[in-house]
């Protein structure tokens, strides 16, 4: 089975409008909902200086937000992005990013280890050698999301 594309565009129309027709939910599918969606977008575009980044998502370690600008931090360094934190948590795969903070959103594949602190707070430590805290509001989020994800590997 394939995946046709129809696509029409005219001044006809008030308003966009995706349909979706299919035997079953695929992961073909799935992936077009996904897109629509934006869950699913790979990258995202950071400026650095005068020049703008395409910034793939699987090589962003963390966002944090500074003053009045989000940085997606890399290995290459930081890039200032136009989301903002509770935006991008709604188009960030939920499986692959955590919010860490207030200011704070992990890639969880790019984190190396945790490290406890005395007032109740964890250290992430990052595979590049960053890391960043964890407030003691998302400490058991993150034990449940950790969880979770080793049941499934």
């Known amino acids: 089975m394939g995946l046709r594309l ?44 005068e020049m703008q980044h395409i ?10 937000s500074e003053k009045d600008y989000v940085a997606a931090v890399t290995e290459e360094g930081s890039f200032v992005i136009k989301e903002k934190l509770y ?25 190396s280890h945790f490290e406890a602190s005395f007032n109740g707070t964890l250290c992430v430590h ?6 960043e805290y964890v407030s003691r509001t998302y400490v058991p989020l993150i034990k449940e999301t950790l969880k979770m994800n080793r049941r499934k590997s």
Not at 23 to 33: E, K, S, T
Not at 37 to 43: A, G, L, S
Not at 55 to 64: P, Y
């Open 126 to 131: 990052f595979k590049s050698g960053k890391k």
């Open 87 to 111: 935006e991008l948590e709604d188009i960030l795969p939920s499986n692959k990013f955590i919010r860490l903070s207030k200011s704070a959103i992990a890639n969880l594949y790019e984190m």
């Open 55 to 64: 910034l793939n998502l699987a090589d962003i370690h963390f966002f944090h």
């Open 6 to 49: 129809v696509l029409k565009i005219g001044s006809e129309f008030k308003e966009a409008l995706v349909t979706i027709e299919a035997p079953d939910l695929n992961d073909d599918v799935q992936g077009v909902i996904n897109v629509v969606r934006e869950k699913d977008r790979p990258f995202l575009v950071g400026r650095k200086g």
